[in-house]
């Protein structure tokens, strides 16, 4: 059981890896600079978790 | 007085050797070290290079698109080789390919070397190493020589096989066409191909058995050579390993019956599916490859389809501008990986239809592929990501203005040692090609040297790193029991890898004087 979460989170975190970088592309093509640093907050708290679990 | 240059060569450097150091003496898996490295190229872009949110941002992006170029493939590789595997077709192949010689050095050239390679070619990721040691084991080879001899000899096959996922993430980093990389990155790996057939020989005979199998490995490398040449050069190079490899077992099954080698073995196993069946699938996406990239009406219409998104003008804080254009566009329904995604499903229907499947085996097909896939990908995304990064800092221009005030123009003669390096360290010649590939090309440029011939030396010295790659040698030498043992094993492959990296590196240097 242990395994089949491990997995389901690291399916979690790849899937959030390639999609966040698209909101990133549209917050910094529209120029919203909050936006752009939320997601990319967003976008280092993923990596830290793929540090940690990956 | 430290000069600036270097402390900023360093910095530059510091992701690359974090990723290094962390997966050779931590044993951390590429995920993890790529994450690492992203981390560190971060906080090196921002504090040093002036990276800021929005270069950031299109950075990621490019990465990820870039990314999505090399995991279409990765997934449908993997997806075909469970639809194949689930039958119990590659223990078919072997079964079939055990029955034409009872020669030990036939023997170990059709299954350490072509069966190899045409495993690499259909899927990669340590399986060569995996299914073969043991098989050998099988045939009465010492565990060592059955681990090292498909190490050695399935090399040569890693550029261009798994449906070319290597070359294709060579391209994606250069943003260079395959028409460009690939004659010369075949014509090194085609050197290579003779060589690591004879060196998997040596390995167990000395040289009096690569003598006794010299025409052997003359007429087969020939043959796997010049079709993997040809099939990269125009324009199919993700069935450059399996095609070469294919051509290779007809050959070398031809060559068991030649009066020299002509020893028959009987076997008490008994085939279930036959191999004409076993290997249906890999025929069948020969004709679906073939047909997307040779039958131009079918070639356009798949093409129909494209994902490109546009970027500006890109200016960091330091003033490196990164030009306006396009970033890595994916042809959705003509991708390498749609048309290996074909071949999987109808290879399912017909291997369902001819009733090879047990229960449930479609479930096991799709969790399998999953949890090969995730734990790669993870690994190649984050670090593709962190290599943009350091593009869009001029991290990458400043390693590459080091390394060439440093080697000028007989850098030729070691850019294949960078290749293999960042296949030892990352176990992957399509890790080593995304972390040093741009490296490599900006390198040339700077000294005025072939790109071309400049990638395949890196291509090439990423696939000899599979001979030598730590995790790979592990996986085969678990198959075989030789887990805590892997010490021999890599001596052994240690040795020939070197000795085909240096051959390699002095080719590379000629053939830079002469283009």
Redesign the interface.
């Known amino acids: 059981m242990f395994r089949g979460f491990k ?1 389901t989170l ?2 979690i ?2 899937v959030l ?2 999609v ?3 909101f ?2 549209a ?2 093509a529209y120029g919203s ?1 909050f936006q ?2 939320l ?2 907050i967003l ?2 708290g993923n ?2 978790v ?2 940690k679990k ?1 | 007085m430290i000069d600036l240059f270097i402390v900023k060569w360093i910095l530059a450097f510091s992701p690359i050797l974090t990723v290094l150091i962390l997966m050779i003496f931590r044993n951390w ?1 590429g ?2 070290a ?3 490295g ?2 560190v190229s ?1 906080i090196a872009a921002i504090l040093v290079f002036g990276a800021h ?2 270069l ?3 950075s ?2 490019k ?2 698109l870039l ?2 170029n090399v995991l279409y493939i990765i997934w449908a590789a993997l997806l075909l080789y469970h639809v194949v595997n689930e039958t119990g077709a590659i223990k078919e192949i072997g079964i079939g390919i055990q029955r034409f010689s009872g020669d030990k050095a036939i023997q170990l050239l059709i299954f350490g070397w072509i069966f190899a390679s045409f495993l690499q070619g259909v899927a990669g990721y340590g399986v060569p190493i995996a299914v073969v040691a043991p098989l050998l084991v099988g045939l009465g080879f010492s565990p060592v020589v059955a681990v090292a001899v498909p190490a050695i000899g399935h090399s040569w096959s890693v550029t261009f096989g798994s449906m070319g996922a290597s070359f294709q993430a060579l391209m994606a980093v250069s943003g260079l066409e395959s028409s460009y990389l690939a004659p010369w990155s075949a014509t090194l790996l085609g050197i290579t191909t003779f060589l690591c057939g004879i060196f998997a020989v040596h390995v167990y005979g000395g040289w009096k058995m690569v003598k006794h199998s010299l025409p052997a490995i003359l007429i087969i490398g020939t043959a796997m050579a010049a079709t993997q040449y040809l099939l990269a050069v125009f324009g199919m190079w993700t069935l450059g390993g399996l095609g070469a490899s294919l051509v290779g077992l007809c050959c070398g099954l031809a060559v068991a019956k030649l009066k020299m080698y002509n020893q028959t073995q009987s076997l008490d196993t008994q085939s279930e599916m036959g191999i004409w069946w076993a290997l249906s699938g890999y025929f069948i996406l020969i004709i679906v490859v073939s047909s997307g990239v040779m039958i131009p009406a079918v070639k356009s219409w798949l093409g129909q389809v494209n994902l490109t ?1 546009s970027f500006p003008e890109i200016v960091s804080l330091e003033g490196w501008v990164t030009k306006a254009g396009n970033g890595k566009s994916i042809n959705v329904f003509g991708h390498g990986g749609a048309l290996l995604l074909y071949a999987s499903i109808l290879s399912y229907y017909l291997y369902r239809g001819k009733g090879f499947y047990k229960p449930d085996t479609l479930k096991r097909i799709v969790a399998n592929t ?2 090969n896939g ?2 790669t ?3 190649i ?2 670090m593709i ?1 962190f290599a943009m990064i350091m593009d869009h800092c001029q991290m990458i221009f400043i390693l590459a203005e080091g390394i060439n005030r440093i080697f000028g123009t007989i850098y030729p003669l070691f850019s294949p040692w960078v290749g293999l390096l960042g296949a030892f360290m990352t176990g992957s010649n399509t890790n080593s090609n995304v972390v040093f590939g741009v490296l490599q090309q900006e390198t040339a440029e700077m000294a005025g040297i072939s790109v071309a011939l400049i990638l395949a030396a890196q291509t090439t010295g990423g696939a000899l790193g599979s001979m030598i790659a730590p995790a790979k040698i592990l996986v085969g030498c678990s198959t075989v029991g030789l887990s805590g043992q892997e010490g021999p094993v890599l001596k052994a492959t240690l040795r020939y890898g070197l000795i085909i990296t240096s051959i390699v590196g002095i080719i590379a240097l000629l053939a830079s004087l002469i283009v």
């Open positions: 997995m690291k399916t975190l790849l890896m390639l966040i970088p698209f990133l592309y917050a910094a600079t752009t640093n997601l990319l976008m280092i990596m830290l793929v540090l990956g | 898996s995920s993890r790529g994450a690492a992203w981390f971060l949110p929005t950031l941002a299109y990621q992006m990465g990820v990314a999505l998104v999953i949890k995730v734990p990908s993870l690994g995304v984050s990501c």
